[in-house]
């Protein structure tokens, strides 16, 4: 029996398990949130107050629908995102990514840097600057993630998540006072003229955008494979988007709060300080505490689990350019690999330039703009592989009409904003 049959084999729980389920989803959901989520949602909040809540519930309920997708392909084929667009597209789709994955990295690298930064040097009061909280956090998370291994990964996750998750809520909770506000904000969708690059902002941050290809490679960690995997992995890609939008929208909550409510302008040296200090103000010192450690558990976590996940791209999409056979392209995505240890060395350098930059929201905000792009790009390859490539006796079911529908909206709606912002279209 292969490696890949006994994986199938294995038996799915009987019971609903609550560990089990704080798994993959929830690793990608934090891997996603980080930097992007609360910058992106920062700066909506702060500059359209709430009417922009909307963004975050449906950017979290496309993520959903595209990390499905990303899942059912591979419990169909037992093969990756990436495999699947180098088996099944044109040369160009992987020239495309290949650029695409080098740009992303840099610039979803830079911008973790340099919010662990914000986060460590709030809350030491600048006794740790930011530009070296910035580079103590890079290289430390790429060492963690070269000697700690899978599981030691998960378990500092884990923690990480329940920190920031909890701690960002509680605040949400406690300045909340605007329930008719919120209602609209997320009922009423509305794009104020001039914000469309905000809308894209919010939509590429939150829940993430390559990283969610992260969850392929975590399935194989976690040994889940075969088509009895599917309804368990739809829960728990459930549960991660739910944490996921709940946290985007806590954040604005208390951004509108923290700026825009009194007519305070975000700056890059009071992003994060401001917001802990009016939490201060209502709370008392406990909300500057905990706002200021739920932001830094939360970029710490995004850090972690792209420092971690990315190098699987690049490792794999080597093995795949190489046209190395199945079994070599695996021993590629082990962390004890070359390709593996290079790509980490990477993504560790690559943003200590960008940590003693002066502009540190302007270089979170421009990656999640960038991230975006990659939305539009990932829901057309799903709407062909998963509907035209899985196999017909695989055990997994093709797209359904919903799924197409979602698919198919993901794509007007980034073409409906971009244009929009463009001045194409009549506000």
Do not use: E
């Given at each position: 029996m292969t490696a890949v049959e006994e994986r199938q084999t294995e038996r799915v729980p009987s019971a609903f398990s609550v560990t089990k389920l704080l798994g993959p989803g929830l690793l990608v959901a934090a891997a996603g949130i980080g930097a992007g989520d609360i910058v992106s949602a920062t700066l909506a909040g702060a500059g359209q107050g709430l009417v922009l809540l909307w963004a975050v519930a449906l950017a979290a309920f496309l993520k959903f629908f595209l990390n499905e997708g990303i899942a059912r392909w591979q419990l169909a084929t037992d093969t990756t995102a990436i495999e699947g667009w180098c088996q099944h597209l044109p040369w160009w789709v992987r020239t495309y990514f290949g650029f695409y994955l080098v740009l992303w990295t840099v610039s979803v690298s830079a911008a973790l840097t340099g919010?662990?930064?914000?986060?460590?040097?709030?809350?030491?009061?600048?006794?740790?600057?930011?530009p070296w909280g910035a580079v103590a956090h890079s290289v430390i998370g790429g060492l963690f993630v070269l000697i700690g291994g899978f599981s030691g990964f998960e378990k500092v996750?884990?923690?990480l998540i329940a920190t920031m998750f909890f701690s960002i809520l509680a605040c949400a909770v406690l300045t909340f006072g605007a329930p008719a506000a919120v209602l609209k904000g997320l009922f009423v969708p509305t794009i104020p003229a001039g914000a469309g690059t905000t809308v894209l902002s919010v939509l590429g941050g939150i829940g993430g955008s390559i990283a969610m290809l992260a969850y392929n490679y975590w399935l194989r960690e976690e040994k889940m494979a075969g088509p009895q995997w599917v309804k368990f992995v739809r829960a728990d890609i459930a549960i991660a988007y739910v944490f996921t939008?709940?946290?985007?929208?806590?954040?604005?909550?208390?951004?509108?709060?923290?700026?825009?409510?009194?007519?305070?302008?975000?700056s890059n040296a009071q992003a994060v300080t401001k917001m802990a200090e009016t939490l201060r103000d209502i709370i008392g010192p406990v909300?500057?505490?905990?706002?200021?450690?739920?932001?830094?558990?939360?970029?710490f976590a995004s850090l972690l689990g792209v420092w971690q996940s990315v190098p699987y791209l690049f490792?794999?999409?080597?093995?795949?350019l190489r046209r190395y056979d199945r079994?070599?392209?695996?021993?590629?995505?082990q962390v004890t690999s070359t390709p593996?240890?290079?790509?980490?060395?990477?993504?560790?350098?690559?943003?200590?330039?960008?940590?003693?930059?002066d502009q540190p929201l302007l270089v979170i905000r421009t990656f999640t703009i960038v991230g975006s792009l990659f939305i539009p790009f990932l829901a057309a390859t799903l709407l062909y592989l998963n509907n035209f490539r899985i196999p017909a006796g695989s055990g997994v079911a093709k797209n359904s009409a919903l799924t197409n529908a979602v698919l198919v909206f993901a794509l007007a709606v980034f073409a409906l904003v971009g244009a929009a912002e463009a001045g194409l279209l009549r506000r």
């Open positions: 919010a662990t930064g914000l986060g460590i040097a709030n809350i030491t009061g600048g006794a740790i600057p930011r996750m884990k923690v939008a709940l946290f985007g929208i806590s954040v604005m909550i208390i951004a509108n709060q923290a700026f825009h409510v009194p007519g305070v302008q975000v909300g500057f505490y905990a706002y200021s450690i739920g932001f830094w558990a939360a970029v490792a794999d999409f080597y093995g795949l079994a070599r392209r695996a021993g590629l995505t593996y240890r290079l790509a980490l060395l990477f993504i560790t350098v690559a943003p200590i330039p960008f940590a003693f930059m």
